[in-house]
């Protein structure tokens, strides 16, 4: 399959400079948990959480949804849950990209299940066009309008997750 280049490494790392000042400025004085939904974020959130300039503590959750590679079919199963205990800390959702939303809306609402002082979503891509549950996001990247997205992270069928650039493919 064909992959065109959608935003350029170097413009990738600028973003998330300027996300990382954000929320270090934001959490000045605080000391929160980041939790990263697996696979996608790997990247995006080793490059975010190095240049913060806040004590964190990290930690990982990772959900799977029912039906194809390219659509969220709605169904949500967990398969790794957090570890860390939750209760009265800030905690920062960050996600690679979302879509329909139906993800991250089920995510939230188990981890607001824990009793978090706060929640804020920071994630690097918001594709807005198939969006099915209202999201707030707290901190974003990227908008894009359409395309599926490969690279930086991303996958189709576990394949193109090291490319250095977000690409779409064709
Ligand atoms: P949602 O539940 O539809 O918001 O989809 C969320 C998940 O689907 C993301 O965490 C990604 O893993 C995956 N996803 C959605 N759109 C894309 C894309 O364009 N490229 C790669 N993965 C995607
Ligand atoms: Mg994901």
Known sequence: MRRDVLIPHDEIIGKIEELSL?????????EPVLIGILNGVIFFFTELV???TVPTRMDFIRA??????MTSSGAIRLLKDVELALKGEDVILIEDIVD???TLAHIVEHLESKGPASLKICALIDKAERREKTISIDYCGFKVNEGFLVGFGLDYDEKYRYLPDIC???
């Open 22 to 30: 954000k929320i270090s400025s934001d959490y000045s004085n605080k």
């Open 50 to 52: 190095r240049r913060l």
């Open 64 to 69: 799977a949804s029912y039906g194809s590679s």
């Open 100 to 102: 329909t939303g139906l």
């Open 168 to 170: 779409v493919l064709k």
